[in-house]
């Protein structure tokens, strides 16, 4: 109840439901772990030439990601890419979630709508529509020419896909702050901009981190665009292009190098899912929620 302290009765397992429970858990959490531990020691061992097991420990994978040209280069693109795709993504996506949740204007639904369906749009629905639009005669020799710069597109692609993650953060980062603040604000004289920046923004910080947090770590680990998109120059391809040309190669010898950048790739998600997980923890308790 509000304003009141309840405290919830807990019904604890005995030991035979926690026996029922675990024996279903564990070989469960095994089978799911298969392939991210079949990629650690792909990276860290000799198993793509050993065998059918690995027979020793290499750090040489992992030191071929800042050693190899091509590899360093695909890391570079994939940060140039998802940095500039976050920026957009921060303004847009702020903008839209505070649209939405403030004002009371015909039209809001749809916009919340925009914003968030491209999540259950396929990465390959929208790689496939840029490239049909900008293969067209009318692109050729501007910067979106997808034949000679595809890594402008990825950039927007990035910005569609992954817009939704920051959209919903902010949007429930406004849900936790009263309107009433920006009110007394805007009563005292303020300008809305200078309550946006000033009161609204600093409010709903850790949630624009948070989103953006997320939102830059999947666009990295993008793939459908990526592959698509990034075929027509594949110096400008970005980490998972890379990593699809590497196995459909079929080199055994450099297999251990997308294990590698996968590696990294889990470890990037690992932390930023651990950062945006306790910055939001930290806004809600300050909200004393």
């Avoid at 509000?2 to 019904?11: A, E, I, L, Q, Y």
């Avoid at 297999?255 to 930023?272: E, H, K, N, P, R």
Wanted: aromatic letters at 10%; proline letters at 5%.
């Amino acid at each position: 109840s509000k304003g009141g302290r309840w405290s919830p009765r807990v019904k604890k397992l005995s030991w035979k439901g926690l026996i029922l429970v675990y024996t279903f858990l564990i070989p469960v959490i095994i089978i799911a772990s298969f392939p991210q531990v079949g990629v650690v020691l792909l990276a860290v061992t000799d198993w793509a030439t050993s065998g059918a097991f690995p027979s020793t420990t290499t750090m040489k994978n992992l030191a071929a990601l800042i050693e190899e040209p091509d590899i360093v280069r695909a890391i570079g693109n994939s940060l140039t890419y998802s940095a500039a795709a976050v920026f957009v993504i921060i303004l847009v996506g702020t903008s839209a979630a505070y649209v939405v949740a403030r004002k009371r204007i015909p039209g809001m639904d749809i916009l919340d709508i925009i914003v968030t369906i491209p999540i259950a749009v396929p990465g390959i629905i929208v790689a496939v529509g840029y490239f049909i639009l900008f293969s067209q005669g009318v692109f050729s020799g501007t910067p979106f020419d997808i034949f000679e710069n595809p890594g402008l597109l990825l950039i927007f692609s990035y910005t569609v896909r992954r817009l939704p993650f920051t959209a919903r953060a902010v949007f429930a980062g406004l849900q936790q702050t009263h309107v009433s603040l920006e009110e007394a604000s805007l009563s005292l004289g303020a300008s809305r901009v200078q309550t946006f920046i000033r009161i609204v923004i600093p409010l709903i910080a850790a949630n624009i981190i948070g989103g953006g947090i997320l939102s830059f770590v999947y666009c990295m680990s993008e793939v459908s665009t990526s592959i698509t998109l990034a075929s027509f120059r594949p110096e400008q391809g970005p980490i998972t292009h890379y990593m699809s040309s590497i196995i459909g190669g079929g080199k055994v010898g450099v297999i251990s190098y997308a294990a590698s950048l996968g590696v990294l790739l889990m470890t990037a998600q690992i932390i930023s899912m651990a950062v945006s997980n306790w910055i939001l923890k930290q806004r809600v308790a300050f909200l004393g929620v």
